[in-house]
C-alpha cells in the first residue's frame, strides 16, 4: 500500500509550483484529478514541443494525474466543484491574484462545507501585504529577493538554471500538505495552508543576506565558484578537461596540499592558512592550483582526488542526467507512458522503505473528464450538454 493512497486531491493548477507540489503527492499514491481550462489547458502543456511533440516541463510535473476540463465562467462548473471537495481530502490552487475569488474558489468556504479538508494556496507574494495582488513568475521572484544579485559573474549577474522560486513552493507546498495532514489524524479538522514563491525564495536566500547585512558587502558573484569558501569550483587539467573540487575545512585543505598538490607547505603558506585568507586571496590561489592541474590529465588529477579523500566531480551535461552511472547503478530508471509513447523518467528522490512509488502515465488534455463527471452522479446525458455548451 501506498502511504498516500486513500487521499483525494483536486487541484486547480498550473505552470511550475502547484502542479510540482501536487506530483509529489501523486507519487505516493493520492489520486490527484488535475482541473485544466477547457480549451487550452495547463499553459505549460505548451511551454515547449520538445518530447516528441509534448512540453518538457508538463512531462515532468503531470505524470500519475486525471486531467479534467473545466470552464469556471460557467455556472454550472461552481456545483461541479462543489461536488468534487465535498469529499476531498486535499484541494490546491496557484491562480493569479484574485482568479481564485472570481473562479467562486473561495478558502474559507470550501473549509466550512467540509472541515477535514485541507486547502493549499499558493501564490507570488502570499495574501496580505503591498504585494498581494501582484503578479509573480520565477525570473520575477529571483530578481526581486535578490537571488539574481549574487548569482553570475562579475560582469554578468544571472538567473538559475532552473525555476529555484517555483520549485521551492512546490516543495513547502508538498511538506505543508503532509503536516496538515498530520494536524488533522490528531484533530480530525483540515484547514488552510498558504505558501507564496517570494517567501519560500526569501527562505533560501537568507544565508546570503545575513552575510551582507552583518559582514557589510554582498557575496561576490563568482560564476561556478563559491563566493565564500576556497579553493571550491573548476579547473582545467592539462589534457583540456574541466574538474571540480570543494575543500569544506582545514584538514581537507591539508590533505588537498599533501597529497593532490604534493607540496605540503601551501597549507601553511600565511596567505592561505584559513578559509577567509584564501577567500581574500582567491586569485593568487586559484593561479597557483590552476598551475599544477594543468600538469596532469583528467585521470591522474581524479586518481589524487580519490586518494586524498576530496570530494570532486566531473562536468557533466544535462543530456547525461538520465544515464547518469549513480542512476543507473541503482536502478532509478524508469518508463512512463504519455500520449507521446513511453517516455523515460526518474524515481521520486525520497525513497521509503519497502514502497515502490507510482509512476502512471501523463494525462491528456481532459481524458479523465467523462469518468470523473459520471463518478460525481452526472449522467452521459448531462456531460454531452455540458460539452455542447462549453462548460467541460
Not at 25 to 47: H, S
Not at 66 to 95: G, M, W, Y
Amino acid at each position: 500500500m501506498l502511504p498516500l493512497e486513500d487521499l483525494k486531491v483536486v487541484s486547480v493548477e498550473q505552470a511550475v509550483a502547484g502542479p510540482f507540489a501536487s506530483r509529489q503527492l501523486a507519487d505516493f499514491g493520492a489520486r490527484v484529478i488535475k482541473i485544466e481550462r477547457r480549451e487550452d489547458g495547463d499553459f505549460a502543456r505548451d511551454y515547449d514541443h520538445k518530447v516528441r511533440g509534448l512540453s518538457s516541463w508538463f512531462v515532468w510535473l503531470n505524470r500519475s494525474k486525471q486531467s479534467l476540463t473545466l470552464d469556471f465562467k460557467r455556472p454550472e462548473a461552481a456545483e461541479i466543484i462543489e461536488k468534487l471537495t465535498a469529499d476531498c481530502d486535499v484541494f490546491i490552487h496557484n491562480l493569479a491574484p484574485g482568479a481564485a475569488d472570481r473562479a467562486g474558489l473561495k478558502s474559507r468556504a470550501m473549509l466550512a462545507r467540509n472541515q477535514r479538508l485541507i486547502v493549499c494556496e499558493i501564490s507570488g507574494y502570499g495574501s496580505d501585504g503591498p504585494y498581494k495582488n501582484k503578479k509573480a513568475y520565477d525570473l520575477l521572484v529571483q530578481f526581486e529577493t535578490g537571488l539574481v544579485s549574487i548569482t553570475g559573474t562579475p560582469e554578468t549577474p544571472s538567473k538559475a538554471g532552473i525555476s529555484v522560486a517555483d520549485i521551492a513552493a512546490g516543495m513547502y507546498a508538498f511538506s505543508g500538505i503532509l503536516m496538515a495532514l498530520y494536524r488533522r489524524e490528531r484533530t480530525g479538522r483540515g484547514g488552510l495552508v498558504e505558501v507564496s514563491l517570494f517567501d519560500a525564495l526569501s527562505e533560501w536566500v537568507l544565508p546570503a543576506a545575513y552575510y551582507t547585512v552583518y559582514g557589510g558587502t554582498p557575496p561576490s558573484r563568482s560564476g561556478a565558484e563559491h563566493a565564500s569558501i576556497a579553493p571550491y569550483g573548476p579547473y582545467f587539467t592539462g589534457d583540456g578537461k574541466q574538474i571540480n573540487i570543494g575543500i569544506q575545512n582545514e584538514r581537507e585543505w591539508r590533505q588537498f596540499c599533501a597529497l593532490v598538490l604534493l607540496n605540503r607547505e601551501i597549507a601553511g603558506d600565511p596567505r592561505f592558512d584559513s578559509n577567509s585568507k584564501r577567500s581574500e586571496n582567491r586569485k593568487a590561489l586559484r593561479t597557483m592550483i590552476a598551475e599544477i592541474f594543468r600538469t596532469l590529465t583528467l585521470d591522474e588529477a581524479l586518481e589524487r582526488l580519490e586518494h586524498a579523500g576530496i570530494a570532486h566531480s566531473r562536468t557533466n551535461s544535462v543530456q547525461d542526467l538520465l544515464t547518469h552511472p549513480q542512476h543507473t547503478g541503482r536502478g532509478r530508471a524508469r518508463n512512463v507512458a504519455s500520449p507521446a509513447g513511453s517516455l523515460q523518467a526518474l524515481l521520486p528522490p525520497i525513497g521509503l522503505d519497502g514502497v515502490q512509488p507510482r509512476m502512471d502515465e501523463i494525462p491528456e488534455l481532459g481524458q479523465d473528464t467523462d469518468a470523473i463527471l459520471t463518478e460525481l452522479g452526472y449522467t452521459l446525458q448531462q456531460i454531452q450538454q455540458f460539452r455542447q455548451d462549453g462548460v467541460v
